[in-house]
């Protein structure tokens, strides 16, 4: 009879060697860092599988996400850099790429002639609607509760807020006007 030999995880393995060389403080916080960095590339890869039919990387997009929400369809390229929190240059290649596959066209602002506009096409809309059906599909497939997905947001949000990443505001802005 063959001993089927259970795969360890290597993150506890490495808490233990932390604990074990006395930094019992950091052990567990950095599991935690580890667990996160891991889970995101788990993560990536996932929703990059989700997303390969539609040609679409994930910051592609969320772009095509922000613009279908917004009410006009359109936003500036630098409200799009700040809501997705890129820089500039990757909002510029994301939208290239976009335009190149007519899923964006791109217009100068009429009263401030240095913005450039982005907006969604309808082949964008037909588009990042078919993949949203297909990424909420993989959402949901996430092996958590409700429950546990609505914690581990909040957790995660806290150190988010902790570190910078949003300024807090009981107040949500919609488009680019607050």
């Known amino acids: 009879m063959a001993i089927r030999s259970e795969r360890s995880d290597p993150i506890r393995v490495a808490v233990t060697n932390w604990e074990r060389h006395g930094w019992l403080e950091a052990a567990t916080p950095m599991g935690m860092v580890t667990s996160v960095m891991r ?38 390229m630098g409200v799009v850099g700040e809501r997705l929190q890129v820089h500039p240059a990757s909002v510029t290649n994301a939208a290239d790429r976009l335009e190149r596959n007519g899923l964006v066209s791109r217009s100068r602002d009429t009263t401030d002639r240095r913005k450039v506009i982005v907006g969604i096409t309808d082949a964008g809309r037909e588009l990042v609607e078919a993949a949203t059906v297909r990424l909420n599909e993989y959402f949901v497939s996430i092996p958590l509760s409700h429950e546990q997905h609505s914690r581990l947001f909040a957790e995660l949000r806290l150190l988010r807020s902790a570190h910078g990443d949003f300024e807090s505001s009981p107040t949500m802005c919609v488009d680019h006007v607050c």
């Open 39 to 76: 889970v995101q590339q788990i993560l990536a890869a996932d929703v990059d599988r989700v997303l390969k039919p539609f040609e679409l990387s994930f910051a592609r997009f969320e772009l095509l996400c922000l613009l279908a929400f917004s009410s006009r369809g359109t936003l500036p």
